[in-house]
Nanobody
Framework: QVQLVESGGGLVQAGGSLRLSCGAS????????VGWFRQAPGKEREFVAA???????????YYADSVKGRFSISRDNAKNMVYLQMNSLKPEDTAVYYC????????????????WGQGTQVTVSS
């Protein structure tokens, strides 16, 4: 069983930055793919970024087109943490952000993830 806890959300002006954190329990977390998703009011949960394990100490990062070049996902396995650095934030980035772990299917498909955190609110004002 893996428990995930997100933090780092808040209110920021357009053009600003935030770093979200996803902390996890579990000894095998380093082998799990981890994804960040977001859900705005009245909208479906959408893929933001993911980092997948390739074996050994190698990982691959993936991004939605809407955040490519602005967001960066990283992980610190020693701390069981995954981060989402968000720069050049836009009002349309406003949403509750969730981290998920251990997808059993595609990394960009929310329904394939086994574990989820409770979410953290990000609000970007114009």
């Amino acid at each position: 069983q893996v428990q995930l806890v997100e933090s780092g959300g808040g209110l920021v002006q357009a053009g600003g930055s935030l770093r979200l954190s996803c902390g996890a329990s579990g000894r095998t977390f380093r082998t799990y793919a981890v994804g960040w998703f977001r859900q705005a009011p009245g909208k479906e949960r959408e893929f933001v970024a993911a980092i997948t394990w390739n074996g050994g100490n190698t990982y691959t990062a993936y991004y939605a087109d809407s955040v490519k070049g602005r967001f960066s996902i990283s992980r610190d396995n020693a701390k069981n943490m995954v981060y989402l650095q968000m720069n050049s934030l836009k009002p349309e980035d406003t949403a509750v952000y969730y981290c998920g772990a251990h997808p059993r299917g595609g990394y960009s498909e929310s329904q394939s993830y086994t574990y989820w955190g409770q979410g953290t609110q990000v609000t970007v004002s114009s």
